[in-house]
Nanobody, 124 residues
Framework: QLVESGGGLVQPGGSLMISCAAS????????IGWFRQVPGNEREAVSC????????VYADSVKGRFTISRDNANNMVYLQMNNLQPGDTARYYC???????????????????WGQGTQVTVDS
């Protein structure tokens, strides 16, 4: 099970860290990613990280602003989001790739298992 938390309302230019807590499996076995979706749009990849944290992938739209990290000892994955913009408003989901420990281009996953998401709204 994956449970996201930390979403909320933030002003443009602000920062937010969202978290993903895993239970029932060890995060150290799998690549994990963050994705986001706006109603009416397809879910898009934001960032992903390999099982041991050695490799990361970021969408061009968030490079230099977002940082993904993981704490396998505590079965947690984080997304630090800085300089948030209205275009970042979305529901953010974490997903564990039960089919791979490695990240793929554009965070494509072989066997994703999803959380329920947390809403991030950027608005003044």
């Amino acid at each position: 099970q994956l449970v996201e938390s930390g979403g909320g309302l933030v002003q443009p230019g602000g920062s937010l860290m969202i978290s993903c807590a895993a239970s029932g499996f060890k995060t150290e076995w799998y690549a994990i990613g963050w994705f986001r979706q706006v109603p009416g749009n397809e879910r898009e990849a934001v960032s992903c990280i390999s099982s041991r944290g050695r490799n990361t992938v970021y969408a061009d739209s968030v490079k230099g602003r977002f940082t993904i990290s993981r704490d396998n000892a505590n079965n947690m994955v984080y997304l630090q989001m800085n300089n948030l913009q209205p275009g970042d408003t979305a529901r953010y989901y974490c997903a564990a790739d039960f089919g791979s420990a490695a990240v793929k281009p554009m965070c494509v996953m072989q066997s994703p298992h999803w959380g329920q998401g947390t809403q991030v709204t950027v608005d003044s």
